[in-house]
């Protein structure tokens, strides 16, 4: 490629690789990810310079710098620069170091600065992208792609997460998908696509009642509750291979939850005819009974390193969020405020729990801290983040713990919303036919 003076290697698909910089290793002065307020980094993404000047490089050029932007912007992290604003043509300025000159863009107020080139040859892409600091002049991320034009989304959010990593010492979201259920059919089916809402499809194909999609930790497999055969069963299938199981006990087999690193679940099974929390192999064989008191025991999460699992339970008279250390059995009572709370979710970094509460005759969604008080000494135990919006069910935390995805009505039919982990940024994923609920983000699918 004219221009760029690194040898490339082959891929047919993607291949990126570390360049001009000394160490790949992640800088923690940039983004302090446990900041509630954290403060946007303004990021200039000028057109990536299309290097043999073609019509077609043109239009990738604006394509691909446009998805640049739009992924990072959604991560929460940076506010994108209007181009209208910048000082440089970008098909006559350089894209590296030396033939930036910095104060054009410092001028504008961009403390970081992406630059690209690309160059097409048939149906092969070979792209190079930079991540600079415009204060210090100095590149922070360096990568080189090559591989077919359809690959540009694969090779976009390649280099985000690698620029994610730098800035945070965290891969980000860019390896993972989120499962909701959709009455887009006339029934209620699960759909995956991808993190940001792209490429939606329809996973089950029951034409029943579908609920509860949960990914193992592998994000191999998928279970969920069908009422295919007119009651509530649990289905265990595997995404890529045509194979799994159907735990169809007597009663209600309902809400499952994959244990961490293991391929066993929890779930709630009513066979004994009190609904109670069981552990179970992915081939459904009862490994051991996890509850067991008078009442309804629903919705398991385990903690991230699997000692400890939340569940909801109407034993003190109201739907209310208990922890259990799995190992004792001690369990103990969450939530005190609010007469319904439901739907926990345990962050990836083991110190929260999101849920859903009724007040007032809405749902909304709150956090809380394991220990029942949240980080900053908060006395009331939890913090709302959604506010006089519909109502609000459901969270689900991104695989890096900086996003929650959640469903509303705010706008009328229930949608996926997301917002950061401090309730910012709230904004819908898509809009598809039917309603959207139960939204369950996947853990990081680095073979996909």
């Given at each position: 490629m004219t221009g760029f003076?690194?040898?490339?290697?082959?891929?047919?698909?993607?291949?990126?690789?570390?360049f001009q910089v000394g160490f790949c290793r992640a800088e923690y002065d940039y983004i302090d990810i446990s900041n509630p307020f954290l403060r946007k980094i303004p990021i200039a993404v000028p057109f990536f310079k299309a290097i043999s000047g073609s019509e077609t490089e043109l239009q990738l050029s604006g394509k691909a710098s446009g998805l640049l932007s739009e992924t990072l912007e959604f991560t929460g992290y940076f506010k994108i620069l209007d181009r209208?604003?910048?000082?440089?043509?970008p098909q006559q300025a350089g894209i590296i170091a030396a033939n930036i000159n910095?104060?054009?863009?410092?001028?504008?107020?961009?403390?970081?600065?992406?630059?690209?080139?690309?160059?097409?040859?048939?149906?092969?892409?070979?792209?190079e992208l930079r991540l600079f600091d415009t204060f210090k002049g100095r590149l922070l991320v360096g990568k080189r792609y090559k591989g077919w034009i359809n690959d540009q989304r694969k090779i976009i959010r390649r280099f985000c997460s690698e620029v994610i990593y730098y800035l945070t010492g965290d891969r980000g979201i860019f390896d993972s998908k989120i499962?909701?259920?959709?009455?887009?059919?006339?029934?209620?089916?699960?759909?995956?696509?991808?993190?940001?809402g792209y490429n939606p499809e329809q996973f089950t194909h029951t034409k029943s009642i579908t609920l509860?999609?949960?990914?193992?930790?592998?994000?191999?497999?998928?279970?969920?509750?069908?009422?295919?055969?007119?009651?509530?069963?649990?289905?265990?299938?595997?995404?890529?291979?045509?194979?799994?199981?159907?735990?169809?006990?007597?009663?209600?087999?309902?809400?499952?939850?994959?244990?961490?690193?293991?391929?066993?679940?929890?779930?709630?099974?009513s066979f004994s005819g009190d609904p109670e929390i069981y552990l179970l192999t992915g081939n459904g064989k009862i490994i051991k009974r996890l509850t067991d008191r008078w009442g309804i025991d629903v919705s398991p999460v385990w903690s991230p390193d699997g000692k400890k699992m939340a569940f909801v339970s109407n034993r003190s008279g109201n739907p209310q969020i208990y922890i259990m250390d799995v190992e004792t059995g001690r369990t103990e009572r969450l939530t005190f405020q609010g007469h319904y709370n439901t739907t926990p979710s345990w962050s990836p970094k083991g110190n929260k729990i999101a849920y859903c509460s009724a007040e007032s005759g809405r749902f909304n969604i709150y956090v809380m801290g394991v220990d029942g008080l949240m980080l900053g000494g908060n006395n009331n135990g939890s913090?709302?983040?959604?506010?006089?919006?519909?109502?609000?069910?459901?969270?689900?935390?991104?695989?890096?713990?900086?996003?929650?995805?959640?469903?509303?009505?705010?706008?009328?039919?229930?949608?996926?919303?997301?917002?950061?982990?401090?309730?910012?940024?709230?904004?819908?994923?898509?809009?598809?036919?039917?309603?959207?609920?139960?939204?369950?983000?996947?853990?990081?699918?680095?073979?996909?």
């Open positions: 003076p690194i040898k490339i290697s082959w891929l047919v698909i993607v291949l990126s690789f570390c209208n604003a910048f000082l440089v043509n910095f104060q054009n863009w410092t001028a504008i107020g961009a403390e970081l600065l992406v630059t690209g080139g690309l160059l097409t040859k048939g149906e092969i892409i070979e792209m499962a909701f259920v959709s009455t887009g059919t006339g029934n209620k089916e699960i759909y995956i696509s991808e993190f940001d509860s999609p949960a990914w193992s930790s592998d994000a191999c497999w998928m279970a969920y509750t069908s009422y295919l055969n007119g009651k509530p069963d649990l289905y265990i299938k595997n995404l890529k291979e045509k194979r799994g199981t159907v735990i169809a006990k007597p009663g209600i087999n309902i809400t499952p939850a994959w244990f961490p690193g293991k391929f066993a679940l929890a779930a709630t099974l913090v709302q983040l959604t506010h006089n919006a519909g109502d609000n069910e459901s969270p689900t935390w991104s695989p890096d713990g900086s996003l929650i995805a959640f469903s509303s009505t705010r706008e009328g039919p229930s949608r996926i919303y997301i917002m950061t982990a401090y309730g910012m940024d709230q904004r819908r994923l898509f809009d598809l036919p039917g309603e959207q609920t139960n939204p369950k983000w996947s853990p990081r699918m680095f073979n996909d």
